[in-house]
């Protein structure tokens, strides 16, 4: 269910956090560069989030340990990207980081169900 609601949530997310880039990039001084590395950091994490997703469902459903070790890795890969579009980003407004903080939290709660899931998968 985590995981559903996670999927719907980073939708949200990356189309908001997309946005606010454009916006940002229209209306404050906003370097080019900073602008690419930016807009790249957010592809790979989406392309991070669909990996994820599709591995912690895959292995949830079939009970399977390997797929959920996995996706909680690329958790901690898209938890480490969470972190950097909330403080680290060329400029952080207050939208981006309730958006980055909440995306945080889910994917704590999401590590930790995971932990709990492989251990009760094992043998």
Known sequence: MLLHLSGLYYTLYFLAIFLM???KSQVFSYPNDCLGLDL??????GMLEAVRLYLGAKGNLMEAEMPLAASLALTAGGGL???HFLLWQTLVLWADWVLSATLLVLHSLEAALQVVAIASFIR
Not at 40 to 45: E, G, K, R, T
């Open 21 to 23: 880039i454009i916006y």
């Open 40 to 45: 790249m950091l957010l592809s790979l994490m």
């Open 81 to 83: 990207l969470s972190i």
